[in-house]
């Protein structure tokens, strides 16, 4: 695959996969993450770049863009990968997880993706892709913060989609489910009883698998393809890859 793509998120879980997968395409990646470590090592790995980025700070999501761009003499996509998990019931949510939930989840994607724009203008197929959740599609019982955040993402990808298509930009949003940290910390606020009734529900509710999907196996080569020009006429969707989770 002939394609300069910046990952956003690529340090770990999900966003790991697709630097790697990517990778094995054929694609350059650079990788953003404010988690240094981890970071430089998966890119290291996969044989591509990174750069040091939290995607709250303005400043440091141009700067970072910018220089990505720049090392690769270009840029195609952005993978916007990048996201926490706020969870509590609705009634106990706090100001500030609601500020925090946003300003990762909804204000970090408008950034990242503004400093693309005007390198993916450039190009003739560029895209973006950005990371929701089923939890923006569907009720999240003890999660609302975290599903009105990716609520806000999802709506914002649908408008860009068209504000952009002028540009030859597509936009899509994946609403993935994954075996990640994310999740392990989901699990974790767990005690056993609850821990059973989760995996029976998933057991359930996941006709492919009854499971979390595997990072690298099961998500990140529909990134892949989403990055590709195979997805050309394809814009303004929301891609599940959840193994038939709320079908
Ligand atoms: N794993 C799932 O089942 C699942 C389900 C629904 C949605 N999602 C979404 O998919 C995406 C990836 O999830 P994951 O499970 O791989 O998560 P993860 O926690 O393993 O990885 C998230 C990455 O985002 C980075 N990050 C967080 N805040 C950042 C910031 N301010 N600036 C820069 N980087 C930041 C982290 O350092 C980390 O590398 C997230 O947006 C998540 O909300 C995941």
């Given at each position: 695959?002939?394609?300069k ?46 750069r ?24 195609d ?5 990048a ?18 939930a ?14 693309a ?8 197929r560029?895209?973006i ?11 999240y ?6 599903a ?8 914002w ?23 990640t ?11 056993d ?5 989760y ?5 359930q ?6 499971k979390?999907?595997?990072?690298d196996?099961d998500?990140?080569?529909v ?7 195979g ?7 929301n891609?599940?890859?959840?193994g038939?989770?709320?079908i």
């Amino acid at each position: 695959m002939d394609k300069k793509v910046i990952v956003v998120g690529g340090a770990s879980g999900v966003g790991a996969a697709c630097v790697r997968s990517l990778a094995a395409a054929g694609a350059s990646v650079v990788s953003l993450d404010r988690s240094e470590e981890a970071g430089r090592e998966v890119a290291r790995q996969a044989g591509q770049r990174f750069r040091l980025c939290d995607v709250t700070d303005r400043d440091q999501v141009f700067t970072a863009v910018d220089g990505a761009a720049a090392d690769m003499g270009g840029l195609d996509a952005l993978v916007h990968v990048a996201g926490i998990l706020v969870q509590g019931p609705a009634e106990e949510a706090t100001d500030q997880d609601w500020a925090r939930a946003m300003d990762i989840n909804g204000r970090g994607p408008m950034l990242t993706n503004q400093a693309a724009l005007p390198h993916l203008k450039k190009g003739e197929r560029s895209s973006i892709t950005n990371f929701a959740s089923s939890a923006a599609l569907t009720a999240y019982p003890n999660g609302a913060v975290y599903a009105a955040s990716k609520g806000a993402v999802t709506a914002w990808t649908r408008t860009i989609a068209v504000e952009w298509a002028q540009f030859g930009i597509r936009a899509n949003v994946v609403h993935p489910s994954a075996a990640t940290s994310m999740v392990e910390q989901h699990l974790s606020k767990m005690n056993d009883e609850e821990k059973a009734s989760y995996s029976e529900m998933m057991r359930q509710k996941v006709p492919l698998g009854g499971k979390f999907g595997d990072p690298d196996r099961d998500i990140a080569p529909v990134i892949t393809f989403l990055v590709g020009d195979g997805a050309r006429f394809m814009t303004g969707q929301n891609v599940a890859v959840n193994g038939g989770y709320y079908i």
